[in-house]
């Protein structure tokens, strides 16, 4: 796996963050506040961030915060987004084909999971935001992580990927990206 992240060949992927769900994850407003920090810097960076919703008929959107940030939005029935196409919608014509995905959102035992193990099969570099990432309960969230950690996915916060991203403070669009990072909520 590479040991960093090169955003000239990254996309990021928000997984179900949906109206009907959040209530019942722990600290579900919290994780929006950071899956939106994720997205708001992926774009200021020229990254392309695309969203997934779970059966949205019976779910629900994503949360307003999340789905205005996306360029696309899968709605999906399998719990792996690649089963509906996730990996196609990441490469777009006339533009690079990501090499590495950065993940983040709900279930992380679940959605997540299954969908970053999706994007390793796919051929994809896979990093997961966990401070983005959320549960019903503790012990499956740290359950999964460790499994994505077994796989071989890189756990990180949303700073460390974000800091990565920018490689350094003469990055020409690092005072833009500071402050949406110093807006952080909580």
């Known amino acids: 796996m590479n ?3 090169d955003p000239a060949r990254c996309a990021v992927v928000l997984v179900d963050y949906q109206e009907r769900l959040l209530p019942a994850i722990r600290g579900g407003a919290q994780l929006v506040a950071e899956a939106a920090r994720l997205a708001d ?7 392309r961030v695309v969203g997934t919703e779970q059966n949205p008929q019976g779910l629900g959107p994503n949360v307003p915060e999340i789905l205005r940030r996306c360029e696309a939005t899968l709605a999906k ?3 792996d987004g690649c089963a509906d196409g996730l990996a196609d919608a990441l490469r777009v014509p006339g533009r690079p084909a990501p090499t590495d995905v950065v993940v983040a959102g709900c279930e992380t035992h679940v959605c997540l999971m299954q969908t970053a ?3 390793q099969r796919a051929g994809f570099k896979v990093w997961v935001a966990a401070s983005a990432c959320g549960t019903r309960f503790p012990a499956d969230h740290e359950l999964a992580l460790g499994r994505l950690r077994q796989s071989g996915a890189a ?3 949303v700073e460390m990927i974000v800091f990565e991203w920018l490689q350094g403070c003469e990055h020409p669009r690092f005072r ?3 402050e949406i ?3 952080r909520l909580g």
């Open 3 to 5: 040991v960093i992240l």
């Open 41 to 47: 810097c992926a774009r200021e960076l020229g990254i």
């Open 117 to 119: 193990h999706g994007l």
């Open 77 to 79: 029935m399998h719990f």
């Open 181 to 183: 990072l110093k807006a």
């Open 176 to 178: 833009a990206v500071l």
């Open 155 to 157: 756990l990180a916060s």
